[in-house]
């Protein structure tokens, strides 16, 4: 049995992830920042957490991380002022990523999405470019640390079923229709893949079936 830490525990994404863990058996603790949230965690099988990433040192994010064999980053600041953008998805991501470091987690997911980086393409003046901005410098982080970094890139979100059916590498548009529940499939099963680390992992809604999609290309 692995245990799992979910940052973000609250997201629509990371309430299918941790379902699909404990069901699996894993032992999953899932990170929030408001306490009212508690319940609809515990209803997953997850161990809520009540902790403020955003106003968190990395101190204490690793005291939260401390004993778990993974962390998988959900969180984000869902819009509103650049400010907490840069502060949630960029700031404290990073401090996270430190402090698994501290706390001796070396497995890492990171939930991005499709076409981020820093080529990313956004205006200055679109409203989607503080986010974009964040994750870029986020995501170039994780790739310079020592842990085993997974990223991974649906392409746009969607509340459809999961079909368990992917396409990888689907080009960088940004585009494609990706279910929550496929993407938190694809968490899980990279968290049981450690030959995924060290690779970027973008993808869609599509026809293969999750494990085949995963396998490295030739």
């Known amino acids: 049995?692995?245990?799992?830490?979910?940052?973000?525990?609250?997201?629509?994404?990371?309430?299918?992830?941790?379902?699909?863990?404990?069901?699996?058996?894993?032992?999953?603790?899932?990170?929030?920042?408001?306490?009212?949230?508690?319940?609809?965690?515990?209803?997953?099988?997850?161990?809520?957490?009540?902790?403020?990433?955003?106003?968190?040192?990395?101190?204490?994010i690793a005291d939260a991380l401390r004993g778990h064999d993974a962390v998988v980053w959900s969180a984000g600041a869902g819009g509103g002022s650049p400010e907490r953008t840069y502060a949630v998805d960029r700031d404290a991501a990073i401090r996270s990523m430190d402090a698994a470091a501290e706390a001796g987690v070396g497995r890492y997911v990171m939930v991005s999405y499709l076409g981020a980086g820093p080529d990313h393409g956004v205006p200055a003046e679109n409203s989607f470019f503080a986010y974009a901005d964040a994750k870029a410098a986020a995501d170039e982080y994780l790739r310079g640390t020592a842990l085993a970094w997974t990223i991974l890139g649906p392409g746009t979100l969607t509340d459809q079923p999961g079909t368990g059916l992917i396409e990888v590498d689907p080009g960088r548009d940004g585009s494609g229709a990706t279910s929550r529940s496929n993407t938190a499939s694809v968490a899980a099963a990279v968290l049981d893949l450690p030959e995924t680390a060290g690779r970027t992992i973008e993808f869609r809604d599509g026809t293969l079936p999750i494990a085949a999609a995963l396998e490295p290309q030739p």
Do not use: C, F, Q, Y
Request: hydrophobic residues 40%; without cysteine.
């Open 1 to 60: 049995m692995t245990s799992i830490v979910i940052i973000g525990g609250h997201g629509k994404v990371a309430l299918h992830l941790s379902t699909l863990l404990t069901t699996e058996g894993h032992s999953v603790t899932s990170i929030i920042r408001n306490p009212d949230h508690a319940v609809d965690v515990a209803a997953t099988g997850a161990t809520p957490s009540v902790l403020d990433v955003e106003n968190s040192t990395t101190a204490a």
